[in-house]
């Protein structure tokens, strides 16, 4: 696909995204945000009853593009940022075709736990964040092994990696939550994350 075909997809995504983006994702952050407060889980228990949640914060470079962005995407109390979540969405594109799409608010939040757990502060490598079905099926007729439906189709997982941080401590961190899908791939350098039920694999 040239630049210009890319760009305007991306543009005409955008237009449909002006109109209905805002409802979608505050109805999925609020159901996330309320899973968040209700579940059991060591990265949001608060022994104390306080319901405030663990800083909404990350940076993220995607070393495909080059682009960065260090954002504020959610108060303590749960108020998620669409604006914050329009530019989330904007550098997690697929690289390959420029197709944006709206990322599960879960998947986000996973981020944001690792970060938080592995101290905070922390640039996570984007190596593949949203992927379109044009660019899975290339990958796929490439004889990489991805799935046919990839939970990347549905901008429900993220391949990282951290800067400093061994892909072996990444990993161990995010299997310790037990949150979501782990996915190991020290060959090609970057562990898999995603928001679907929680499991792990080496590759």
């Not at 209905?20 to 407060?37: E, N, P, V």
């Not at 954002?71 to 749960?78: A, E, K, S």
């Not at 996570?124 to 990839?150: C, D, M, T, W």
């Amino acid at each position: 696909m040239s630049f210009v075909s890319a760009k305007k997809t991306r543009q005409r995504r955008s237009i449909l995204f002006d109109s209905s983006l805002s409802r979608r994702l505050f109805l999925k952050a609020s159901l996330a945000g309320a899973l968040l407060l209700a579940m059991e889980n060591p990265a949001f228990s608060k022994a104390t009853g306080d319901i405030r949640l663990p800083e909404g914060k990350l940076s993220l470079y995607n070393t495909h593009s080059k682009e960065r962005l260090t954002v504020d995407y959610r108060d303590p109390f749960g108020n998620y940022s669409l604006d914050a979540f329009k530019s989330l969405n904007e550098i997690l594109r697929c690289h390959y075709t420029g197709e944006v799409t709206d990322m599960d608010v879960r998947v986000i939040e996973y981020l944001n736990i690792v970060d938080k757990k592995l101290g905070g502060g922390n640039e996570f490598h984007i190596i593949s964040g949203y992927r379109s079905p044009q660019y899975n099926s290339l990958l796929s007729s490439e004889g990489h092994h991805v799935a046919k439906h990839s939970l990347h189709l549905k901008g429900k997982a993220i391949d990282i990696s951290i800067p400093g941080v061994g892909l072996d401590q990444l990993r161990r961190t995010a299997l310790n939550l037990r949150y979501g899908g782990v996915g190991y791939y020290p060959g090609a350098g970057f562990v898999h994350l995603d928001s679907g039920a929680f499991r792990s694999w080496v590759s």
